[in-house]
């Protein structure tokens, strides 16, 4: 599977929040697609399935799980992202599993943009 539009991008020129835009994007419809394949459901089962596993702290937690399999490149850009300073944190979360989980899509928004599919389908799993 390659990236869906061949528009040409250099993401190491992008900001850790522009990776976490589409990262953000891209983890959510690995977990869609993961999930709608494992059963046919009620489309509410499928949104909270969903939800539990795209929110804040499921992605920290992910990062946890991934950490030790991360290249010093992608633990970089994990850390760009981390550290990037976004204007707020969602009420139902720590500021901690925010930035991490912040971290993990610009990851997986790097990851996608330099169409290295394969590998977030390894960091998922």
């Known amino acids: 599977m390659a990236r869906l539009?061949?528009?040409?991008?250099?993401?190491?020129?992008?900001?850790p929040l522009t990776l976490a835009f589409v990262g953000d994007c891209v983890f959510d419809l690995f977990v869609r697609e993961?999930?709608?394949?494992?059963?046919?459901?009620?489309?509410k089962d499928l949104n909270k399935l969903k939800v539990d596993r795209v929110r804040c702290e499921a992605q920290a937690a992910l990062y946890c799980r991934i950490e030790p399999l991360l290249t010093e490149e992608e633990?970089?850009?994990?850390?760009?992202?981390?550290?990037?300073?976004?204007?707020?944190?969602?009420?139902?979360?720590?500021?901690?599993?925010?930035?991490?989980?912040?971290?993990?899509?610009?990851?997986?928004g790097y990851l996608y943009l330099c169409d290295r599919i394969d590998r977030i389908r390894e960091l998922i799993a």
């Not at 994990?78 to 610009?106: C, L, Q, V």
């Open 5 to 15: 539009t061949q528009y040409d991008c250099d993401p190491r020129q992008l900001s």
């Open 34 to 43: 993961e999930i709608v394949c494992s059963a046919n459901r009620p489309v």
């Open 75 to 108: 633990a970089d850009i994990f850390r760009r992202g981390r550290n990037a300073h976004t204007s707020h944190t969602p009420k139902n979360a720590s500021p901690a599993d925010y930035h991490a989980a912040t971290g993990i899509e610009a990851l997986f």
